[in-house]
Every structure is written in C-alpha cells, then in structure tokens.
C-alpha cells in the first residue's frame, strides 16, 4: 500500500474550538485587538473581548429564549443565510457555545433552496441579515416555521439580533450572558456535531456534512505548527517579522474556506478580517489598497480577473501571502497572477481539500512555492492515496482517484447513512478528485464525481435535470460542466425536447432563472438532442456528453 504522508505528526490539544480560540494560550489573538471590522467602516468592529460578550449574550438569547441547546448541545441545526458582516462571527460562535449547530446557507440561495436546507437538517431556526428578510420571510413559510423563528442579524448602522414577530431580541449592551461548555473528553470532541455545511450531491439533493470540535481544532492547529516554528526561526536571523494579518471577507460563509479564513482562523493568529457584504469588483480593488490587506484566500476566478485586468495596478502591493482552492490552477495562471501580488514577490501556494474533509488536506509549508500547478505536499497526521476503481495503488504518472484518512474527516452526512457508507471504503473517504504524481507533485486533472464547481461553489447536474424536466415540453434533460478560464466550469443544458422547434434554447434559460440561485445558471449554453447517451441499463453517460462538448468548442480534453 503506497501511503503518502508527512513524516512530522502534530500533537493536538484535546479542547473544544471555543476554549482553544478564547481561553488557550494557542490563541494569539489580544482583548483589545480588533478582529473584525466593517470594510467600509473599520468604526465598526469587534474586538476579542467585545466578541465574547456578544458571543455570550447570543449564546444566552438562544438558549433561554428559542431553546437552541435545551435538549443537549449537538442537536439543534440553526440555519444562517447571511451576506458578509461582522456580527457574523458572534453569531458562529453564540450558536456553539448555545449547544446549537451553525449551518450557513448561500445568501444567493431562492427561498426553495433556503427552504430545502431548513427542512434537510430539521432545522426550527433561520437567521438571516437584514438584506435577506423579504427571502428568509417565504423560506421559512415554506419550511413552516412561524415567523418568530425567523431572526434577523444585524451589524450597521447598529448591533442588533431580533425575531422577525414575538418582539425577542439580543440586549447586546448589557443583557445576560451564557458561556460555553468547556470540553476536553477526546471522543466527545471527535464525536460532536458543531458545524453542518452542505456539499452537493450528484443524486441532486444536497448532504450535510457533520463537522466536528476535533475537526477544527485539527485543521486550524496543525498547519500552525510549522508555520509558526518558520516565523520564529526566520526572524531569529534577522529576517523582518510577517505584517499584521489583514484579510477581507469578500466569499460566502456557507463554503468551507469562508468558515476557517474568516470565523475563525482570524482570531488564533490574532489577524484582522475586513468584511464586505458580498463581492464586488470595484469595491474588492480599493478595499485591497486602502485596507492594505496583506493576506488572503481566494478562488482560482478571482486569480485570473486579478492577471488580466486592466484595472489591477497597484492594490495587492501589500499581499505577502496568496492562497487557492475550490479548483485546480494551472501553472500559467498561477504564474501570471503571482506578477500582481506583493510587487511580483508573492507567489500564490495551492491548497486541495473539501467540505468533507474541514478543508485544506494538502498545503503549501511556510516559506516555500511551487510554480508548476501542483496542490502542495499532504499536511501532517492525514493520509493519502491514489487508486484505481479497485482501489488498488496506481503507479507515479498515472491518473487515480484521491482517498485520504485522519483527523480533518468528517464523521458522515447528516441523517444520510447510505451516503455515508457510500463514500468509504475500509476507513478511507473517497474524495471523486483524480489526480497525477509527477516527480513527486500531486496535480489534479479530472473529477470521478459529477459535480460541477463555478468560482469555487459547487452545482449538482441532476439538481438542475429535476428542475428542467418538470417544463412540459422537456423530455429528457442532462446537465454537464464546460470549463472555462481560471479552472472554473459552468453549466450545459442538453435537451431531448417532446417536439422539435417549439422551445427555443433562451425559453429554457429563462425557465431555470429565477428558480436556481444564480450560479447555478446554464452560462454553457443549451443544446437539443434527439437523445440522451446512456449504458445498458439507462445510466446516463455524463463523460460522452462531457466528450461531445468539448468536441463542440474544439477543446482538447484534460488528463
């Protein structure tokens, strides 16, 4: 068995993420410094000692008055459709130390998609900011909650937490305070549910994916090791110490790397998250230079609007550290991206991992690059092989699917045991990536599951196949990714219409917008077919509908 695996193991602290993050002297983070701030007006902010009292005061609001945690902590899913804000990480952590579960959902989801998140993980809880009220509103009629459960977050002009009906709300000045349950029992750290993010399903129904205190705890401690023992001895020999972490929120907080970059790795390297109600290029390029960000995380998209356009002059002169993930990057973009960043000193690392898995397996040590497109070496105390449909080890330069193993592993899907079962195999989780080693480098080239990832978010096909053969004049309907620049893929319809020239390829654009969030619209286009390609037993053959676009846009295939 050929097990790559860093030959430096970490010892983690047996603590709950709150206690790790508030109270441990792992936690960098100082009473007065402020953590998070509002991008437009850094007057607004959180310091650590502010966001525990507001933490608390969540906590106890929740707890008290909407019984989030009444029944034991782990159990009570409390469901957040947020844009970016800095109340947010109040609300994170007052839902844990409450007992509650946090599961954000997309703020650009419909109130269908809302409504379906809510009833998946048996939510009677909805938190929405002020923005979202008129779509938390009809999510939460659907899912059948009363509009009491449905709160409303606010952080501008004021600091405010309230019920939509009842007349509840957070007293954020001086109301009670509840704190959270310290825990350090090893299998109750493994054991717990905290965090429950939704990752598409190729079925069409999006799973939860359980994450844990140890989860967290493991993938925010371990790769500080060696980046902290890097700083200390590069600055022993007079090299200058790294600038303060400046980072701005501009992803949502329903993917994994929302969670870590800005809810909580900020506050254990004491670092400063600037937040922007959602992504905006205009905006993104000032706040990088009036803000003077100096670290960040972003998807490949982003990277390559960063290396083409002609408005990228001088903003990113501060950043002296740049991360990718959520798809792969290829060496050119990669490098040409890395001419815009900290002078043309900063070279972008690559990062590999998935909700399943709390995030980042592979990362690139402090103080090294690579410029070829690989996903960095394998992070202490994980696993990682690649393997045939047998699961058998492939040879060096040859295509296999990635299974990995260790503390960052979720324990399973929520309410989902066929799910769970289905993607291990003898201890190992199977990630559906395909990836290459070639001199040592690992290198992404295909995908085994079906998902289709657009600017780091992930698109079921059959979540949009549900909804297009519900048209009456829609026959058949399959759905498959067309890859664009910077990694990213975007939707094709193909379409076995009832009869042939009654619908028009805008006709069925139109139907699925307004029904699916936006991202999830066919930018590739709709193409009608007189059939459907399926196997033997009418599985659809989603890689000769893949085959055939290519062929369409005369693009080569990949690996």
């Known amino acids: 068995m050929r097990i790559y695996q860093n030959v430096n193991p970490v010892h983690v602290p047996n603590l709950d993420l709150t206690t790790l993050l508030f109270d441990s002297e792992h936690s ?3 009473e007065d410094h402020p953590l998070h701030l509002s991008a437009s007006n850094p007057d607004v902010h959180l310091t650590k000692k502010t966001l525990r009292a507001l933490t608390e005061r969540i906590a106890h609001f929740l707890h008290h008055e909407l019984s989030i945690g009444a029944d034991g902590p782990y159990k009570d899913v409390v469901v957040v459709c947020s844009s970016g804000q800095p109340a947010v990480p109040a609300l994170f952590y007052g839902i844990i130390a409450a007992g509650g579960v946090f599961s954000a959902a997309s703020p650009s989801y419909t109130p269908e998609e809302l409504a379906r998140q809510i009833n998946q993980g048996k939510s009677r809880l909805l938190v929405v900011s002020a923005d979202k009220v008129e779509v938390g509103r009809e999510a939460a009629r659907l899912a059948g909650l009363g509009l009491e459960r449905l709160v409303v977050l606010a952080s501008e002009p004021v600091w405010e937490m309230k019920c939509l009906q009842g007349g509840k709300k957070v007293d954020v000045d001086n109301g009670p305070r509840k704190t959270w349950q310290r825990v350090t029992d090893s299998e109750e750290l493994r054991r717990s549910l905290i965090v429950l993010l939704y990752s598409s399903g190729t079925t069409g129904v999006p799973k939860g994916v359980m994450l844990s205190h140890a989860n967290l705890v493991a993938q925010l401690y371990i790769p500080s090791v060696q980046s902290r023992a ?17 980072t701005l929120a501009h992803l949502p907080i329903a993917h994994i790397a929302g969670v870590f970059g800005y809810l909580i790795s900020p506050m254990f390297s004491n670092g400063s998250v600037y937040w922007m109600p959602k992504f905006s290029w205009g905006p993104f390029l000032q706040y990088f230079k009036t803000l003077r960000i100096t670290v960040f995380y972003t998807v490949p998209s982003i990277f390559l609007r960063i290396a083409k356009s002609p408005e990228v002059s001088d903003q990113f002169d ?17 490098q040409a991206a890395n001419l815009r960043l900290g002078k043309g000193k900063t070279r972008i690392s690559q990062t590999w991992g998935l909700s399943e898995t709390t995030g980042a397996v592979t990362a690139m040590p402090r103080g090294s690059s690579d410029i070829t497109g690989s996903i960095s070496p394998v992070l202490p105390n994980m696993e990682m092989r690649v393997v045939d449909e047998d699961f058998r080890d492939v040879k060096p330069g040859q295509p296999g699917e990635i299974i990995v193993r260790g503390p960052f592993v979720t324990n399973g899907y929520f309410d989902n045991e066929e799910a769970t079962k289905g993607t291990f195999h003898d201890g190992w989780f199977c990630t559906g990536d395909i990836a290459v080693e070639k001199d040592g480098k690992f290198y992404i080239v295909d995908r085994k599951k079906e998902l289709i990832k657009y600017k780091g978010l992930q698109i079921a096909p059959a979540e949009i196949e549900n909804l297009l053969i519900t048209h009456p004049a829609i026959l058949e309907a399959a759905v498959v990714g067309i890859p664009i620049e910077g990694g990213s893929e975007v939707p094709r319809a193909y379409i076995v219409p009832r009869s042939m020239g009654v619908l028009t390829g805008e006709d069925v654009a139109k139907f699925v917008n307004g029904r699916l969030a ?24 989603r890689r000769e509908l893949r085959d055939r676009a290519k062929a369409e846009d005369g693009v080569k295939a990949r690996l």
């Open 28 to 30: 960098l983070a100082e």
């Open 230 to 246: 890097h700083v200390a001895a590069a600055v022993a020999t007079g090299e200058p110490a790294p600038s303060p972490l400046r």
């Open 318 to 334: 501060t950043v002296e550290v740049a991360i990718t993930g959520a798809a792969p990057m290829d060496a050119e973009l990669q």
């Open 518 to 541: 936006e991202y999830k619209q066919l930018r590739g286009g709709v193409k009608f077919v007189d059939e459907i390609p399926k196997n033997a037993v009418g599985k659809m053959l």
